[in-house]
C-alpha cells in the first residue's frame, strides 16, 4: 500500500509546526522505522498517517486515496496497548470486529448468531496463531506485557489490516521477550502482505527492525532523511558488522539532529 505525504504541515499551536512542507513516501509492503528522540513528532505522524489527525496543509495519500479520517484497513496499535481491562483476552480480540459488525452500515444493527460465530472463529485464529490459547479466558491484568501487547497484535490483526502502524510496541517489555515479538511481527507482516511503520526511540531496534529508516529530529520537521537498512530483519543480523554500522550511523546522526 502505498502511503504518501505530499507538504505536510501540521502543528498543535500554530506557531510552532511539529511537520513543515514535510514529503514522505512508502512503497507497497516496506517496512519502516521511524525514529528520533522525546518528542519529536513520532506519535503525531502516526496520528497524521491513521487519518485520526488531519494536516493543516498538504494531504495524506495512502492507495491513491487522500485520507480525511480513519481508513478501515489501517491497523494501528498505541503505545499502551489499549485494552479494556474489564474484558478478557478473547473479547479484546474481537473488540474491534464487533464494532465492525455492531455498527454496520445503518449505524444500529447487532450482529446476528452466524456473525457471531464468525467473530469469535476469527478471534480463536489469532489467538492461536499470537500463542495466545491459554491466556484467552484471562483479563490484560493477570497476563504479562508480552503477552498484552500479543493481544494488541491480534486484535488488529483480525481485522485484517494491509498498513499496520505501531507506535513504541516493544518499549516496555524484557529483552528476550522483545526480541521474540519484534521478529514475529516481522513474519506476520509478510506473512500477510502488510506494508509496517515502527515508531521507536530505540537505536537498536530501528536498526534491527527497518529496512528503511526516518529520521525525526526537534521540530519542526521540514527535512526527510532516510537512512537505508536493507538486511533488516533477516537471520544473524544482529551479529553482521552492516547492523553495527547503522547503529554507529544512527547514533551520530541523532546526535546531530537534537
Ligand atoms: P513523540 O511521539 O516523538 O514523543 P509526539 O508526536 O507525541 O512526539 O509530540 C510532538 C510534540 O507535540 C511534543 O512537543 C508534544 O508535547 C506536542 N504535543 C503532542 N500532543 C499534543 C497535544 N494534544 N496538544 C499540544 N501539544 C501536543
Ligand atoms: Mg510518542
Not at 513516501?25 to 518528542?39: F, K, L, M
Request: proline share 6%; net charge negative; hydrophobic share 40%.
Amino acid at each position: 500500500m502505498t502511503i504518501e505525504l505530499h507538504s505536510i504541515t501540521y502543528g498543535y499551536i500554530e506557531t510552532l509546526p511539529i511537520f513543515k512542507d514535510f514529503q514522505w513516501r512508502v512503497e507497497d509492503g516496506e517496512t519502516w522505522a521511524v525514529i528520533g528522540p522525546s518528542g519529536c513528532g513520532k506519535s503525531t505522524l502516526l496520528y497524521l498517517l491513521a487519518g485520526i489527525r488531519q494536516p493543516d496543509a498538504g494531504e495524506v495519500v495512502v492507495k491513491g486515496e487522500t485520507i480525511t479520517r480513519p481508513r478501515p484497513r489501517t491497523g494501528l496499535i498505541l503505545q499502551d496497548y489499549g485494552l479494556l481491562p474489564w474484558e478478557t483476552v478473547h473479547q479484546n480480540v474481537t473488540l474491534g470486529l464487533r464494532v465492525r459488525e455492531f455498527y454496520g452500515p445503518d449505524g444500529t444493527h447487532a450482529p446476528s448468531d452466524e456473525e457471531v460465530r464468525e467473530i469469535n472463529a476469527r478471534a480463536d485464529h489469532w489467538i492461536a496463531r499470537l500463542g495466545l490459547e491459554n491466556v484467552a479466558g484471562q483479563y490484560p491484568g493477570q497476563i504479562s506485557g508480552g503477552q498484552r501487547q500479543r493481544t494488541a497484535i491480534a486484535r488488529t490483526l483480525a481485522l485484517n489490516p494491509d498498513v499496520l502502524l505501531m507506535d513504541e510496541p516493544f518499549a516496555s517489555l524484557d529483552a528476550p521477550t522483545r526480541e521474540n515479538l519484534q521478529k514475529l511481527v516481522l513474519q506476520l507482516q509478510a506473512e500477510q502482505q502488510m506494508t509496517a511503520i515502527i515508531v521507536t526511540h530505540s537505536i537498536e531496534e530501528a536498526a534491527f527492525l527497518g529496512k528503511k529508516i526516518l529520521l525525526l529530529g526537534k521540530p519542526p520537521n521540514w527535512q526527510t532523511q532516510v537512512i537505508a537498512n536493507p538486511g533488516a530483519g533477516g537471520d544473524d543480523y544482529l551479529n553482521s558488522p552492516a547492523y553495527l554500522d547503522v547503529c554507529n550511523h544512527l547514533r551520530l546522526t541523532l546526535e546531530a539532529v537534537i
